[in-house]
């Protein structure tokens, strides 16, 4: 589902109009909207998992994995991602001492996925969105107009615990700033 407020929903033109401008949404379309938090139970998704082969990827079949850190990025080969990637990469020993497992996630296909991984030597896995309904479920979907390229991972990081809850949530406006692996690792520790 598009965002209903970027004028491309596809939303019904008669929902009710605020004084200045604004649309009244229906509730189940502003809770669709809200972005997971900390205390939220994780949306249940499978997709195609980028692991050197292509597999299917359930969040409940991996929960006893858990703490999982889902890394979103909002596309491989590019410079920032790369640099992401690669320090999740450089700390992975870290994560896994605490008992975490790391996975990427963005809009690319499993087939640039591996691709971008095996480039980079990744030893964890990525997950492809290429229908771009987690990033749209976890309303983290950004537009890069000028490049003409839509619904795209805002860079975003979830920790989950083995029951599916968010026990940390960070998402930047601004694709150029990474998140904090200190304070990621400082939370998987804690659950761990």
Aim: aromatic share 10%; glycine share 8%.
């Amino acid at each position: 589902m598009r965002n209903p407020t970027d004028g491309r929903s596809g939303l019904d033109p008669h929902l009710p109009k605020l004084a200045g401008g604004g649309t009244v949404f229906p509730l189940a379309v502003v809770s669709m909207l809200a972005m997971l938090s900390e205390g939220d139970s994780a949306p249940e998704f499978t997709a195609p998992l980028a692991n050197g082969d292509i597999e299917s990827f359930t969040l409940s079949e991996h929960l006893e994995d858990a703490p999982l850190v889902l890394a979103f990025f909002p596309g491989a080969f590019t410079s920032v991602c790369t640099h992401e990637m690669n320090t999740f990469q450089d700390r992975l020993q870290a994560f896994e001492d605490a008992g975490a497992s790391v996975y990427g996630i963005s809009v690319d296909s499993p087939f640039a996925l591996n691709e971008f991984r095996e480039k980079l030597g990744l030893a964890f896995d990525l997950i492809s969105d290429a229908d771009k309904e987690l990033v749209e479920t976890y309303d983290i979907a950004m537009d890069f107009d000028d490049l003409g390229v839509y619904d795209v991972a805002k860079r975003s990081v979830f920790v989950l615990d083995g029951d599916g809850v968010v026990q940390y949530a960070w998402v930047s406006d601004d694709p150029g700033v990474e998140p904090d692996y200190d304070e990621v690792l400082d939370t998987v520790e804690s659950i761990a």
